[in-house]
């Protein structure tokens, strides 16, 4: 299984940008998909989520913000991000894991992760 975040990069406050992650090697139409971000010296956290048939969570923070959407013909799920902000500056990675109609909020339940992508917000 693999997955491949794209899409980072560094945009001021107030701007957009939308990640991509190409997922293949698994079954993606069953799939949980999570997106969780992380900065230094800090724990992963996650961002939001969605389950295999469409259902999405959001922390608390990127809620109105963020949105998840997933594309099971190209095996691919998006981050748009909106409104971004200083503090969302971190490495955003992808996560997947076999389970229908779910959302997954904890990291350990998902069994296969991105490399990350850096997405730097500037004040």
């Known amino acids: 299984v693999h997955l491949v975040e794209s899409g980072g990069g560094l945009v001021q406050a107030g701007g957009s940008l939308r990640l991509s992650c190409a997922a293949s090697?698994?079954?993606?139409?069953?799939?949980?998909m999570g997106w969780y971000r992380q900065v230094p010296g800090a724990e992963r956290e996650w961002v939001g989520g969605?389950?295999?048939?469409?259902?999405?969570m959001y922390t608390d923070s990127v809620k109105g913000r963020f949105t998840i959407s997933r594309d099971n013909a190209e095996n691919m799920v998006y981050l748009q991000m909106n409104s971004l902000r200083p503090e969302d500056t971190a490495v955003y990675y992808c996560?997947?894991?076999?389970?229908?109609?779910?959302?997954?909020?904890?990291?350990?339940?998902?069994?296969?992760w991105g490399q990350g992508t850096q997405v730097t917000v500037s004040s």
């Open positions: 996560a997947a894991t076999s389970a229908r109609g779910i959302v997954i909020v904890t990291s350990r339940v998902y069994d296969y």
């Open positions: 090697g698994l079954t993606f139409g069953s799939s949980a």
């Open positions: 969605m389950s295999s048939d469409g259902l999405t």
